[in-house]
Structure formats: structure tokens, C-alpha cells
């Protein structure tokens, strides 16, 4: 009982100490609470589907992040990862008859795989012309997609893979979990010494290699990990929808995770999560006016890149927070002194 | 016999309009370091203009063909004002701009004409018959059109004041700021040129092709493998990588079973294959790191 008690005093004065005093800390809680309990609230299978389908592609843009955020190896084929755990999580329950919890981390490993077959040719090249090679080794796979339909299902995809679970709301709980998990062990790791290291050679790669750290080994985990995530977000897809088409291989798709990642920021991993929570239930709102639909999302994220090109969610952190000029430590904008140093906080 | 003509009749057309469209890319990557993903957005615009100027308003293809190039000329300086040129020092930034205002372009086109495919007619009707192949007029017509638009490009380029500007900024900005060339502007008239190039690239292959809002889509791919293949910024790589790559999509169109649909693939896999071998590609000058 005491223990209990202790442990409940630990959290208090955690959430107390650690939690509340910065909004941004605050927002995370939120949010996950939002996720957690939603299906508390309502249980539209219209809405759930709609949040489903967030999850899983938060979990993409997030991928994204950590590999072209972080490292600044610009993949514009990042649909790649997408399609190749999808099909490859198909493959494997559709013939080999393995159950979701199975086949989509399976499908991820693979997906890694094709991490490594396109990290190792690319980590020759940089920025712009990495950036539009990657783009090219989707297109390559969706026309052998195509050329393969026997094996592939070619234009129609392949369909009746078994359900991710038996009901809608714990389809949800499945995809919410594992979003939030993955997009915890991703933050993690942009925390850690391998984050830091990430994101030092986005900064300059030479000083980097100067300093005796093995970037390219580095450059390949980032594509590895990279493809590890999307190809889990790619069979939940594939799980969830029951199909996996050339759709997920798509031009768009890559531009999209783009989109979605500059949009809210990179180099943060919650940017391009919260964005994806922000455009995509947006854009199926948005159904009402069914024709403008494509043409109000591309205006609305033109229109706010032109104000924030750093992406909308760093910018919305830094003006409700600052930073202490001394111990860099971050504090609520109210604040005239910093929370731990108590330093003159610039206005 | 027939079978060849066919493949070099496909590879020059199919060479000519992405030398066309490549070197307009790598003309703006080269001046401004901006990567307009809305390129071939702008050739689609292009088209539509012309079939509304020829088919809607009755106007001759001629006259047609040249206030389309004009006018999509002036919404590309426009769209640069507005949207590219505020945010132009953040790179990834600028890539979904222009990614949107493709996106943009395509939605606007397709509310205003829908998704059904159109068609403008040829520039001159009827065919000769060259060693049994039927070789349309209007082929003829748009490849003689691109190498005569890449001979005046040339001109330009080498023989103007603009074109010695052009070249300067894109071998250095800083130091070409600093010997009194204005920067900013030389940016937004090599958008203008290059948009230009874009739109004259649609006013010539529009009879050859079918109209709807996604045509941009595979230019936009096939352009950049072009310009990543020739080397990014030189101008002699875009025009020999695009000949390359419209001959490879030709004799696998021609000559592979399921051609069609690999016609992409291939293409994308000798880039590939060329980038591995020369990291900087065929014609690249190694850019030094970026101040």
C-alpha cells in the first residue's frame, strides 16, 4: 500500500515538476490522452477509420523524419518502405498464412532489407541528387508490380489478407498503441547518442567524419531504422485496409509524407505527427466540398509555409516557449526568469 | 525495318521533350538553387491553354502556341513572386511549395475541364510514309521545334548578357552578387525562361498526346532522372541524358513484353545504374559544398 502510495506521490510530483510547467509538455499529455480515449467518446466506425488511418500514417511521416529530418538524406521515395511492408506483410499472410502480430514485423524486416539494398548505392550521392534518385526505386518496383501481376495481383493489388482484429474499436486501440509506441522509441532515439549523431550530419557531415564518427555506417542505421518504421506503418495499412496495391507505391504517396513532415516541421519527429493528426482528418473533412478538396489542402499548406517555413509546429513551440539564454533550459513564455537558473529570460 | 524507324521516331520525339523540359529544370536548379517540382506542372498548363485558345476560341494553333508559352510564362513569374521567392532560403520548404502548386494546377485544371481526355488537333494534318511507317507531319514538326528552341537556348545562353549573367550565378552566387549582377533578378528571369521552356514544351507535344490534369506527373519523373543522369546543372548532360533515356523508354516500349508498363522502370535503372558508377552523373560538375 505504502509503495503504491509512494509511487502515485512520484508520479504527482513528476507531472508537477516535469509536466506542467512547460506548455508544449503539457499538449504531449493531451494528446495522448486524445488518442487513448477517443474511442470513449464515440464510436462512429466512420471517425475511427479516419483516426486509424492517422495513426498509421503518423507513424510514416515520423519515419520520415528520422531518416530525411535527422540525417538530411532527402528520400523522396520514401513510399518505398510503405509499399514494401505492405506487400511483403500481404504476401507473408496470404501464403504463408501467418497472423498480423506476425506478418507485419516480418514485413518491416523486409522493408529494412530494402533499406539496405537502397541505403548502400545511395549513400554515394547527396542532397538534391539522393533526393531524386530515391525517388526513381519506387516507380522501379511498381513496374515490376505490374509486370509480375501472377505473383503481385499487378493493378488490383492483393486483397483478403486477414483483418488486423475482429472490430472496429479495437482495430483502433491495435493502431494507436503501436503509433504511440513507435513514435516514442523514434523520439527516444533522436534523444539518444545515435539522435545526436543524426542529427549532426544533417548539419555538416564532413565535421562530423572529422570528429572520428563512422557516418556512413550511421547514414545506413538511419535508412535501416527508417525502413523498420514505415514498413510497420505499411502492414498495419495493408492489415487494416486488406489490401495492399500499387496505391501505397505511388508518386504521391512519397510527395504526401513530404508534405506532411515540411508542413509540421522536421527535425522534431512530433511535427510531422501532429501535422498528419492536423491534414488528415482535414482532408477527409473536407469531403463536404468534394471537388475543391485537393485544391483547399494544397492552398492551405502553401499558405502557411509562406508565414512559417520552418513548419507550423516549431513555430507554434517557439511562441509559447523560450528558451533560458544560460542554461538553455526551456520555459513557458510568461516567464521573466528562467525556472531552474533563474536567469533574465530575453523578451 | 519498320520496327526501327518506329523506336527512332519515339526515342527522338519522346528525347526532345524531356531534353526540352530537362534543360529548362536544370537552367532554374543551376541560377537559383530551386528545385520547381511544379515544372511540369506548368507544361500541363500550357497544354490546357492551348486547347482552350485553338479548340475553345477558334484561334490558329500558331497564335495559340505563343500566347500559351506567354501567358503560363507570366504565371510562372507570378507564382515565383508569390510563393517561391519569400521562402526561398529554405530548401525543403521550397520543395513542397512547389509540389503544392502542382497539386494546385492540377486540381484547378481538372474543375475546369474535368478529368475527361481531350485532344488538340495537329499543327499540319496528314503523314508521308517513310520505309513503310506512317511518320505524322506534326512529329516531324516538334522535334525540328525543340532543336531549334535548344539552338536559340544556346544563344542565348553563350551569346547575351543575360545568358553570361545566368552562367555566373550558377557557378557562384555569392561571388557573382559581389561583381554587380543582380542576383534576385537574374533568379526570376531564369524562372521565366524556364517556365517558358516548360510551356513551349507543352505547345509542341499537345497534338501527340492526351490532355488531362495528371499528364504532368510522368514528364515531372522522367525530367529529373534526366537531369540527375546528365549531371545537375550542365545543359550539354540534360540534352544527351534525355536522348538516352527517350531512346531506352522507346526500345522497351517497342521491344519488351508488358513494355509499358516497365517503359519507367527501365529508364529509372540505367540512372541508377549510371549514378553508381559516376556518383556527380554523366556531365556533373562536382558542386563544392554549399556556403
Known sequence: MDLILFYLKKLFSVFKNEVFVLPSRVVVVLFFLFVLLLPVFTRDPYLLRIFILTSIFAIFAASWDLLSGFTGQMNFGHALFFGVGAYSAALLNLHAHIPPWGSIPLGALVAVLAGLVIGIPCLRLRGTYLALTTLAFPIVLMGLVFAFPDFTGGELGISGISRLTTSRVSDYYVVSVVMLGLCTIMWKITDSNTGIIFHAIREDEVAVRAAGVNTTRYKLLAFCLSGFFAGMAGGLYAHFMRIAGPANLEVSMSFTVVIWAIFGGVVTIYGPIGAVFLLFPLLEFLRFWQEFRMLMFAAIVLVILLYMPDGLFPWLRDKIEKECPRCKIRNIALRNTCRVCTAQLDK | ?291
Not at chain 2, 481538372?110 to 475527361?116: A, R
Not at chain 2, 517513310?130 to 507531319?137: E, R, S, T
Not at chain 2, 521565366?192 to 513551349?200: E, M, N, T, Y
Not at chain 2, 501527340?208 to 549531371?231: Q, S
Open chain 2, 1 to 291: 525495318m519498320g520496327l526501327i524507324i518506329d523506336i527512332v521516331i519515339t526515342g527522338l520525339i519522346g528525347g526532345s521533350t524531356f531534353a526540352l523540359l530537362a534543360i529548362g529544370f536544370s537552367l532554374i536548379f543551376g541560377a537559383a538553387r530551386i528545385v520547381n517540382l511544379a515544372h511540369t506542372a506548368f507544361y500541363m498548363v500550357a497544354a490546357y491553354c492551348i486547347y482552350v485558345m485553338t479548340q475553345k476560341m477558334g484561334l490558329h494553333p500558331v497564335w495559340g502556341m505563343i500566347i500559351a508559352t506567354v501567358l503560363v510564362a507570366l504565371l510562372g513569374l507570378i507564382s515565383y513572386q508569390l510563393f517561391i521567392n519569400p521562402i526561398r532560403e529554405h530548401e525543403g520548404a521550397v520543395l513542397i511549395a512547389t509540389i503544392a502548386l502542382a497539386m494546385v494546377f492540377q486540381e484547378v485544371m481538372s474543375l475546369l475541364f474535368t478529368g475527361t481526355f481531350l485532344s488538340v488537333p495537329a499543327l499540319i494534318k496528314g503523314y508521308f510514309v517513310l520505309l513503310g511507317v506512317k511518320v505524322f507531319y506534326q512529329q516531324l514538326i516538334t522535334f525540328c521545334a525543340a532543336l531549334l528552341v535548344l539552338a536559340l537556348l544556346w544563344l542565348v545562353l553563350m551569346k547575351t548578357k543575360l545568358g553570361l549573367a545566368l552562367r555566373s550565378t550558377a557557378q557562384d552566387r555569392e561571388v557573382a552578387n559581389l561583381m554587380g549582377i543582380n542576383e534576385a533578378r537574374v533568379a526570376m528571369m531564369t524562372m521565366g525562361l524556364s517556365v517558358g521552356l516548360a510551356a513551349f514544351t507543352g505547345a509542341v507535344v499537345v497534338p501527340l498526346t492526351i490532355l488531362e490534369p495528371t499528364m504532368w506527373m510522368h514528364p515531372l519523373i522522367m525530367m529529373m532522372a534526366v537531369v540527375v543522369l546528365g549531371g545537375l546543372g550542365s545543359l550539354k548532360g540534360s540534352f544527351i541524358g534525355a536522348y538516352i533515356l527517350g531512346f531506352a523508354e522507346a526500345l522497351v516500349v517497342f521491344l519488351a513484353p508488358m513494355g509499358s508498363f516497365l517503359k519507367g522502370p527501365v529508364a529509372l535503372c540505367i540512372m541508377i545504374v549510371v549514378l553508381l558508377i559516376r556518383p556527380e552523373g554523366l556531365f556533373g560538375v562536382s558542386f563544392e559544398e554549399e556556403r
